[in-house]
C-alpha cells in the first residue's frame, strides 16, 4: 500500500515538472511583450487620435464581450465532471464578474461604463453600448476571429482544452489590464473635472487589486488538476497556448491599425499629473510553483 502511495506520489511530483517545464515556454510567449504594449507606452507620453481610441474601444468590448458566457461554460463543464475544486474557483471567479450581487458592479457593467465615459469625456466619442457592440464598423477581422476561436476552445467536448483555454485567457489577463489602463486612461486623468474618473477607473482597479493575479492562479491549479499524464498535459497546454496565440494575433491587427489612424482626425494630447504613471514593466504572471 505504501509503495502504492508513494509511486503515485512520485508519478504526481513528475508530472508537476513536465507541466512546468512546458509552461516555462509558454511564459515566453509574445502575447506578454507584444509590440501593441510598447507602441501604447510611447504614445501615453504625447497623446493619441480619436480614431485610435475608438478602434481600441469597439475591439476592446467586442473582445471581452464574452468573458462570462465563457466562464459560464466552465462553469457547467466542471459541475458534469464533478471537479468540485474547479467548481469553487470558476463560480467564485464568476460571482466576482458579475459584481457579487451588485449590479453596477459587474465586470461587464464596468467595463461599457468605463469605456464609453471616456470615449465621450476625453476624445468626444458617441458611445455604444456594450450590448450593441456587434453594430460597430470599426471590428477587425482578427477581432472576431478571436471570438469565433475563444468560443470554440470553451465549447470543446474535451474538458482539459476547456480548462486550458482558460487559464490561458486569465494568464494573459493582468498584464493586458495593467498596460492599458496606465497608457490610454490615466494620462488623461485630467480631462475630468469632478469625481467621474474614479468610476472609470473602477474597472481597471477592481481587476489589478490582486483578483486578476488570483484567477490566473486559480486557473493554473485547476489545468493542472485535471492532468492524470503527460498527454494530458500537452493537451491542455496547448488550448493556452492557442488561446495566447488568438489573444497576440488581435493585439498585431490593433497594433496595424493604430499605424494607419496614427494621423487621422483629431489628436488628444495626454495631461500629464503627477501621479501619472508610465511605469508598466511589473507586469505579473501566475506562479510557477
Ligand atoms: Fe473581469
Not at 155 to 169: D, I, P
Not at 246 to 253: H, P, T
Request: negative net charge.
Amino acid at each position: 500500500m505504501n509503495e502504492m502511495m508513494s509511486s503515485s506520489l512520485l508519478y504526481s511530483q513528475h508530472l508537476k515538472y513536465i507541466f512546468q517545464k512546458r509552461l516555462e515556454k509558454i511564459l515566453v510567449h509574445r502575447v506578454f511583450s507584444h509590440p501593441f504594449f510598447s507602441y501604447l507606452r510611447d504614445l501615453s507620453k504625447r497623446g493619441m487620435t480619436a480614431k485610435q481610441f475608438y478602434i481600441y474601444r469597439d475591439n476592446y468590448l467586442f473582445r471581452t464581450f464574452n468573458t462570462i458566457p465563457s466562464l459560464s461554460y466552465v462553469l457547467i463543464k466542471a459541475a458534469h465532471h464533478c471537479d468540485f475544486r474547479t467548481l469553487a474557483s470558476v463560480g467564485r471567479n464568476l460571482y466576482e464578474e458579475t459584481g457579487g450581487g451588485i449590479s453596477k458592479e459587474s465586470h461587464s457593467f464596468l467595463l461599457d461604463h468605463s469605456h464609453n465615459t471616456h470615449g465621450e469625456i476625453v476624445f468626444c466619442l458617441e458611445s455604444l453600448p456594450l450590448k450593441n457592440i456587434h453594430q460597430s464598423s470599426v471590428i477587425l477581422d482578427e477581432t472576431y476571429y478571436f471570438v469565433e476561436e475563444q468560443q470554440k476552445l470553451y465549447t470543446s467536448s474535451h474538458y482539459g482544452e476547456v480548462l486550458g483555454a482558460m487559464f490561458g485567457q486569465e494568464m494573459a489577463a493582468d498584464s493586458m489590464l495593467r498596460v492599458f489602463y496606465q497608457t490610454l486612461f490615466l494620462p488623461y486623468k485630467r480631462y475630468y473635472s469632478d469625481g467621474k474618473f474614479e468610476d472609470v477607473q473602477e474597472y481597471f482597479l477592481c481587476h489589478l487589486n490582486g483578483v486578476e493575479a488570483r484567477h490566473g492562479q486559480d486557473a493554473r491549479e485547476a489545468a493542472f488538476r485535471f492532468c492524470q499524464n503527460e498527454q494530458d498535459v500537452e493537451i491542455v497546454l496547448k488550448a493556452t497556448n492557442a488561446f495566447l496565440d488568438i489573444q497576440a494575433s488581435l493585439w498585431d491587427g490593433l497594433l496595424m491599425t493604430f499605424f494607419e489612424s496614427a494621423n487621422d482626425g483629431v489628436f488628444v494630447p495626454v495631461m500629464f499629473t503627477n501621479e501619472t504613471l508610465h511605469n508598466v514593466s511589473s507586469i505579473s504572471y501566475p506562479k510557477l510553483g
